[in-house]
Every structure is written in structure tokens, then in C-alpha cells.
């Protein structure tokens, strides 16, 4: 694994992905940007990232079921995954906890917040090697 996490950002919105490559501009991570749910489980399977920042909104498929995916390919089922949503509902939020998320935040973002969870998390991956 190289020195430099990589960290894919699936959201359909070209302007929340930009939002989140800018909050993490200074990190030294490598971002790929995906704009639906099957090209964030490409995106994955092809860069084998270190983290997964989702978003629940998106089309074919939507969050939810990439996070399932996730969950139930033996490779990839304990990959950090932040969901950043405007789904704020309980039932979106319990469902997505239920499927061990590492973080859940609303949008409009946080950016401050976004940052310390991804540095907290980075750090716990590095701690573990």
C-alpha cells in the first residue's frame, strides 16, 4: 500500500465533489471522483482506496445499496465508508449505521468536521499496519 491513502468521493453532485476535494486539498491523499453508484463500486474495485466518502441521493444505484455492496464483498467489508447526505431521516440513518458506517454527516457540510474524521480515520488505517 503506498504512502498516499486513496479516498473516493461518490456523489452525483459536481459541485459536493468539489467541495470535499477542496476540504481535503492539503491531506496528501489521492481523490477519485465517482458520479453514481456503479462507478464508486468501480472506482473501488479498480483503487482499492483506503476510505469511501457517500453520498445516500445518487442514481444507479443509490448509496444505500453501493454501502450493501460494500458490506458484503469479503475484500472490501471493513473499508471505512463517511456517508455525507442531505437524507437527514432516521430510517436512512439507522440503515446505513446497521451496515457500519465510520461517520455520518449532513449536508450542507461541515468541512471542519469532514476533515477530522478522515484524518482520525487515516490514522487508525496507519496504526493498524
Sequence with gaps: MPDRATIVIGDDSALARSIIA?????????????????SVIRAI???????????????FPDGITVLRKIRSDPEFCRLPVIICSVENGIVERAEVEMLGVSGYLVKPLDIKLLREMVVLL???????R
Excluded at 45 to 59: A, G
Design 122 to 128: 487515516l490514522d487508525g488505517l496507519k496504526k493498524k
Design 45 to 59: 474495485n479498480e483503487n482499492k482506496p483506503e476510505l469511501v466518502i457517500l453520498d445516500i441521493c445518487m442514481p
Design 22 to 38: 477542496m476540504a481535503l486539498d492539503d491531506l496528501d491523499v489521492y481523490l477519485v471522483e465517482a458520479v453514481n453508484g456503479n
